[in-house]
């Protein structure tokens, strides 16, 4: 019998979040191009008496081990759809930055769902995974595919996208997380009584994906978000100087944030910039990683 099933799934950073007004269910619609990046959370699958949720790591205090958890709403999705009993304990080894807009809770469900299909033999197809996914929430259909994709939709419409090389990045993560609601809430005070266009993707984005081209994304990187998450969080603007000072061709925030992400030019650049932006006392800590990854991926048994 199958002792346990270890799953790896990366974050994400949205290289155009083009947002919309908001949508009488309270959603926004979008057009936001994700890119999977190199920070990876693992989620194991065990055989247990109920469903149990554990979580290791640097964050690992601020992450949720209760019935909210995505994880354990993933596993409690399936096995209600299946017929089986949720009876898995789900361990959490947590290196994506928490409530960061990073994606990371996306990523611990979507990593259970595929780890519990396993563990229990459900069998479920893609498209039933990827149903599951988007009841989950927006974000969570992208943890499963990875790579790049364009989200409509409220972003979980995906849209595969080529990648023709690969983008090295340097993520700055703040002390404390965004609530996302808050974040969206805060875009629609600033809106209030302008037009909001209808979100498009970006042709220069997409080109610069295709080609591989660092310079072309860099000039393309937009976030309709930065301006609410800049305004709940003023400090932001300090880190997204620190770090263009010290030589990133572009910074923006991370989704919802508060997570700051730079593209630069190479793998020594992006060291250079950690470097520097740890240096700034603008951010926690610094990480680096390159792009795209892999999407949700069973990794041992
Ligand atoms: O889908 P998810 O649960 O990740 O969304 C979290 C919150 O983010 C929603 O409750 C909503 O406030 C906001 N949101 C939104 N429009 C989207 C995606 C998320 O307003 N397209």
């Known amino acids: 019998m199958t002792e346990s099933i270890t799953v790896r799934v990366p974050a994400k950073v ?9 949508r009488p269910d309270g959603f926004h619609d979008l057009a936001n191009v994700f890119l999977a990046v190199s920070l990876y959370d693992e989620v194991t699958a065990t055989p247990a008496d109920g469903l149990r949720i554990t979580c290791s790591g640097p964050d690992a205090g601020q992450v949720p081990l209760d019935a909210t958890n995505l994880a354990a709403r993933a596993a409690t999705a399936l096995a209600g759809r299946y017929g089986v009993s949720p009876d898995v304990h789900l361990h959490i080894a947590k290196d994506i930055p928490v409530a960061g807009g990073m994606a ?5 469900g979507a990593g259970a769902l595929l780890a519990c299909d396993a563990l229990w033999g459900t069998g479920a197809s893609r498209e039933e995974l990827l149903d599951i996914c988007a009841e989950l929430g927006s974000d969570v259909p992208f943890s499963l595919v990875g790579g790049a994709a364009l989200g409509t939709g409220r972003g979980e419409r995906l849209t595969p996208l080529e990648v023709g090389g690969t983008f090295h990045w340097v993520f700055a993560v703040a002390d404390g997380g965004l609530s996302t609601p808050a974040v969206y809430g805060e875009f629609d005070r600033l809106a209030a009584g302008t037009d909001v266009p209808a ?8 080109e610069a994906l295709r080609t591989g081209d660092t310079a072309l994304l860099a000039g393309a990187l937009v976030n309709d978000l930065q301006p609410a998450a800049l305004s709940l969080r003023p400090s932001l603007a300090g880190t997204l100087a620190a770090g263009t000072a010290a030589g990133a061709l572009a910074g923006l925030v ?6 700051t992400a730079f593209l630069v030019k190479d793998e020594e650049a992006a060291r250079t910039v950690a470097d520097a932006l740890l240096a700034s006392g603008t951010c926690r800590t610094a990480r680096v990683a390159t792009s795209p990854a892999a999407g949700a991926t069973q990794i041992r048994t």
């Open 14 to 22: 949205n290289v155009q979040l083009a947002v919309g007004a908001a």
């Open 104 to 108: 990371g809770g996306s990523a611990d």
């Open 199 to 206: 979100p498009a993707a970006s042709p220069a984005l997409l």
């Open 254 to 259: 991370s989704g919802s944030g508060p997570t």
